[in-house]
């Protein structure tokens, strides 16, 4: 068939939502066959990695937020932006021409796709890229290191709760005498944690990130470990919330049935889930606690306020889980005063 | 005694007899015209050239001179090699005296103290760098930068020859790291170079003729080089290489102090750069033997897809006792045989224990044996083996193509968990296949089960260690079978692949950090006809946070 179709542009918004939805489908072919023909109509290739394939995937996690895609719905879409995204890589030709670079996702960290873009827009940059995937086991990662001598790391980070387990990597690898480069946005708006967490540099998005690598890299060799960084952040307050985290979360079990007579009627299943909000609520305090940065819990309880509202939910439901939690942290007072700051944020019912 | 009346006069001879012998270096001077009155032995000493009656502003000796014309109190000075301090004190409104003090000997001290705490520092900084990497390039890259950094203009690595090329790695002021590698035929050009190779003790710098050096061991650019100094790192009973300094200009040398520092720096780099190399030697044994114990590519197959995932549980070693293993279709057999297993135990032990039993089932396959047929023929290979052998459990099955895009698994079991089947509506099923644990006992039973699969549907074989994964709100909770099968049952519609990510991510946060024994997984998904199972949005999902306090008829349950 053929067809005089103009010349597409990704600022088309019928183009954009066109792709969105073959995605959404599983349409594998289709939505690699439009990328494929903006490329022979000569789109950049990094255009349609960012633009379409990055810029769709933020649609899809906001699709899922306001409850409009099932999450089987998600996963599925970002399978199909990640084959997208390996047709698109295969037809370029790129020749390393810069060092080598190891590009990995925190321990923990499921959200592959950003650093898979990144790891195609290094490669056309002239770097060897190693990507070792999501949620890469920090023992894993050095050994890496010491096997192949990169010339940097690249570590992304999603989800602010991997933090702790980003600033173990971080120090390892450069313990191992490699800088690091830190991006995503578990490291808060423009990556700003970063330097906290010993990063050498840090970049908000991977063009971003491109840029800075192409420039004066690697960075000058500190001195000695930079003595303002410990290797250990966190204080006493980390430490005991999250040994304490089983008996944080069995106790408000029980505290909420005593709120919700209902709760005592859950199912397995809601019990179970009930449990793992209550273990998101410990996990973001946690990281918060430890990078000693308030505003994450609080970005946390904003997102999570918009999620329930777009499933219906009353913001009440997170309101109570927040008092749980709070009323047993007694000799917490930074986790207290973070709690009640998001307490004072979120809208009353 | 007179002499002690208080109040007496000291004569004047007794006063110029004192002040000559005194040890520390006096002038007495009139304060009308600055001229000197009086000067002791030790102030001539310090001063040669001043005499009495000299005007201290045109003293010979500068700092004095301006101290004394500015009528400025004290002044320091470094003159023929000593360093003086000087000092003015008023005696009355007439005259004045200048105390002077030399200090050559403390400075000295003072500047020798500096040096080998540079020294120390340096030497502290370089094996910190030096140790940090196990990566020779990376090593050899520390070791010049370093050299650079302290020690000379210019350094550069050369590793002994290897299939008659030794690799080199060189620093030069205002240039990144070069690196490279050159004929072995060229090493006799540089100066002492062959020797220090050959294990020959090195040649001291000031008998190597600088300007002998090749135009090759350093560009034209870098200047004429004064002074050359070629060090041998030490290894394990050999040269591990040698590291070559240079320093500019025609009249540099490297002094008997450099050269001993250099030698200093060049034990650690050399014991660093031994260390690579075991490691790398390690690692390529390692990594040969590991190739044949790493999960198969898996074929490419016809009307179904095929998804495996595996995690080692020693992170670092990437292969543990779980397997999985499938064998496309051939000429003489038409079917796709898949098989999934779990050797007793974890670690290089159980895996090279797999590796038998995957060579023995290609074997097996290879004589168009059946599942059930290969359960037995392993059982009797393993438990007639003599030796005391680790047991296995495994699934083997069948895969072949039946009528409208469905596709038939036939499974024989031999001791593991039952597979589980994805139903189009979400429902998962057990497959009914039993057996006895393989390797243990010389009879085993097994009953074999036959599933078919509809487009879209799925098959997946599993490994104990996703079920035993301990971790949830209590931390040491089990991740159970009937979680695994609400998590598969939300996977429907989606590819095999993705199916088998969410799980891992699944367990992932399930252990929360925490450690996991080997997980292996397989997946035998039948094509979809149309890419479309998920349209309309498919099932809303629950709120992965924060549905705490929410009446129970709230709760969005899955796919009801």
Not at chain 1, 263 to 284: C, K, L, N, S
Not at chain 2, 433 to 460: D, F, K, N, W, Y
Request: aromatic fraction near 6%; charge should be negative; charged fraction near 20%.
């Amino acid at each position: 068939m053929i067809t005089s179709a103009p010349t597409r542009s990704l600022h088309d918004p019928d183009l954009v939502e066109r792709y969105l939805h073959l995605i959404g489908d599983g349409d594998e072919q289709g939505a690699c066959d439009l990328a494929v023909s903006l490329l022979d109509q000569g789109v950049p290739a990094q255009r349609i990695m960012v633009d379409l394939i990055g810029g769709s995937q933020g649609r899809v996690g906001e699709l899922w937020a306001a409850n409009e895609w099932s999450v089987a719905r998600e996963h599925a879409a970002t399978a199909v932006n990640e084959r997208v995204l390996a047709v698109v890589a295969g037809r370029l030709r790129t020749t390393a021409r810069r060092g080598r670079i190891t590009l990995a996702c925190v321990d923990g960290e499921w959200h592959g796709l950003p650093a898979r873009i990144l790891a195609e827009l290094l490669r056309m940059d002239g770097w060897r890229v190693d990507f070792l995937g999501a949620s890469v086991p920090g023992p894993h990662l050095i050994t890496h290191l010491h096997q192949t001598g990169p010339d940097a790391v690249a570590l992304s980070c999603m989800i602010p709760t991997r933090l702790p387990r980003a600033h173990a990597a971080i120090t390892a690898c450069r313990a191992a005498g490699v800088p690091v480069i830190a991006g995503g946005r578990g490291f808060g708006a423009g990556s700003r944690y970063a330097e906290r967490l010993g990063a050498d540099a840090w970049a908000a998005t991977a063009e971003e990130a491109v840029i800075r690598l192409a420039s004066d890299w690697p960075p000058p060799p500190a001195p000695d470990f930079p003595s303002h960084l410990a290797d250990f952040l966190g204080d006493e307050e980390y430490t005991h919330l999250v040994r304490s985290r089983p008996q944080l979360i069995e106790t408000a079990m029980q505290r909420l049935a005593v709120v919700v007579p209902a709760v005592q009627d859950y199912d397995e299943q809601q019990r179970e889930a009930t449990m793992e909000d209550f273990g998101h609520i410990a996990d973001f305090l946690a990281a918060s606690l430890y990078v000693d940065e308030p505003q994450i819990f609080l970005d946390f309880t904003t997102w999570t306020a918009g999620v329930l509202t777009a499933r219906g939910v009353p913001i009440a439901a997170l309101t109570a889980g927040l008092r749980l939690v709070r009323d047993q942290l007694i000799d917490f007072p930074k986790a207290t005063a973070t709690l009640n700051r998001s307490l004072e944020t979120l809208p009353t019912p | 005694m007179a002499s002690h009346v208080p109040g007496a006069v000291v004569t004047p001879f007794l006063l110029e007899a004192a002040f000559t012998a005194a040890t520390e270096a006096m002038l007495l001077c009139s304060a009308a015209d600055d001229t000197v009155l009086l000067a002791n032995p030790a102030a001539l000493g310090l001063i040669p050239g001043l005499r009495p009656g000299d005007r201290l502003t045109a003293a010979p000796l500068p700092e004095l001179a301006a101290a004394a014309s500015a009528g400025i109190d004290s002044f320091r000075s470094e003159h023929e090699g000593r360093f003086l301090y000087g000092l003015r004190r008023a005696l009355d409104d007439d005259h004045y005296a200048w105390f002077f003090r030399d200090h050559t000997d403390e400075h000295e001290r003072t500047a020798a103290l500096e040096a080998e705490r540079a020294r120390a520092a340096f030497l502290a900084d370089a094996g910190r760098r030096l140790s940090a990497s196990l990566h020779l390039r990376r090593v050899r890259r520390t070791t010049v930068q370093l050299a650079v950094e302290h020690l000379a203009d210019a350094a550069v690595v050369i590793l002994p020859p290897d299939k008659r090329q030794s690799a080199f790695t060189r620093a030069l002021p205002g240039h990144t790291i070069e690196e490279g590698s050159l004929g072995e035929h060229r090493l006799g050009e540089v100066p002492g170079l062959r020797e220090v190779i050959d294990g020959f003790p090195p040649i001291p710098s000031r008998w190597l003729d600088a300007s002998q050096a090749p135009d090759w061991l350093f560009p034209a650019a870098f200047g004429p080089i004064g002074a050359l100094l070629v060090t041998p790192l030490p290894g394990n009973a050999e040269p591990a290489g040698v590291l070559i300094l240079a320093k500019a200009g025609e009249h540099a040398t490297f002094s008997p102090e450099d050269e001993a520092l250099a030698r200093v720096f060049a034990t650690r780099a050399g014991a660093a750069l031994a260390a690579a190399t075991l490691y790398q030697e390690q690692v390529d044994t390692a990594s040969v033997l590991q190739a044949d114990l790493l999960p198969p590519e898996l074929p490419q197959t016809e009307g179904f897809e095929l998804a495996g995932s595996y995690q080692a549980a020693r992170e670092t070693m990437l292969v543990g006792g779980d397997f999985y293993e499938a064998f496309g279709p051939s000429e003489t057999s038409p079917d796709t045989v898949v098989a999934l297993g779990d050797v007793c135990g974890t670690g290089p032990e159980a895996a090279v224990m797999t590796g038998k039993v995957r060579q023995t089932l290609r074997a097996l396959r290879v004589l168009k044996a059946g599942p059930e047929t290969m359960l037995r023929v392993l059982n009797q290979a393993l438990t007639e083996s003599g030796r005391r052998q680790r047991f296995v459990t495994l699934v083997i099955g069948s895969v072949t193509r039946a009528d409208h895009g469905r596709i038939r698994l036939e499974l024989a079991s031999g001791g593991h968990p039952p597979p589980l089947v994805l139903r189009g509506d979400g429902t998962v099923e057990e497959v009914p296949a039993t057996g006895t644990l393989i390797g243990v006992m010389p009879h085993t039973s097994v009953r074999p089960a036959t599933v078919e699969l509809a487009p879209g549907e799925l098959c997946l074989l599993y490994s104990d260690g996703l079920t035993e994964a301990r971790g949830g709100p209590s931390g040491a909770e089990q991740f159970g079978e009937a979680r695994l099968r609400r998590a598969l049952a939300e996977c429907a519609g989606l590819p095999g692949a993705v199916t088998l990510e969410r799980l891992r991510q699944l367990v992932s946060d399930w252990v929360h950090g925490g450690v996991t024994d080997d997980i292996a997984m397989l997946a035998v998904r039948a094509h979809t006809r149309t890419p479309l199972t998920l349209r309309g949005g498919g099932a809303r999902n629950q709120s992965p946070y924060l549905t705490a306090a929410r009446g129970g008829d709230r709760r969005v349950r899955p796919r009801a």
